[in-house]
């Protein structure tokens, strides 16, 4: 009796469902057509955003100075040992002078302190001095 009772319960609930797909609202979705044909396709996308570049390099001089020519502007495209910026190089030719010129003077030092042990030497060697 148990069998009958769920079998008769499940074609009534089978029952129901079908008469409620019958009796509902057509749910069909329109479509468009078209005949097929060969064209270009062409779309245009704009947005924001930032541009990025592949690599990124910091440049910086080695010495500080007068900037006195620019060759580059800011976004070119440059090569490696391309020249960027001149600066004002006089008061490191004026070092570079002074420098050149302490070295003749430690180098006059140096003979005239040599003369001077030479002369001590022969001198000592004569007696002339002690030591």
């Known amino acids: 009796m148990k069998k009958i009772l769920i079998i008769v319960g499940i ?3 089978l029952a129901i ?5 019958l009796f509902s609202k057509d749910k069909s979705i329109e479509v468009q057509t078209e005949k097929v044909f060969r064209a270009d396709i ?3 996308v704009t947005g924001n955003g930032k541009i990025y ?3 990124d390099v910091d440049i910086s001089a080695k ?5 006195l020519e620019i060759n580059a502007r800011e976004g070119d495209t440059v090569g490696v040992g391309q020249l960027l910026v001149r600066l004002d190089g006089e008061q490191y030719k ?3 002078d002074q420098a050149k010129s302490l070295i ?3 180098k006059a030092d140096l003979k005239l302190s040599k003369n001077e042990l030479d002369r001590a030497k022969e001198l000592y060697q004569k007696n002339l001095i002690s030591h």
């Open 104 to 106: 003749l003077g430690a």
């Open 17 to 21: 469902i079908i008469i409620a797909n």
């Open 42 to 44: 062409t779309e245009k």
């Open 94 to 96: 004026a070092a570079r």
């Open 63 to 67: 010495v500080a100075g007068e900037i």
């Open 53 to 55: 570049p592949v690599v």
């Open 11 to 13: 074609v009534i609930l």
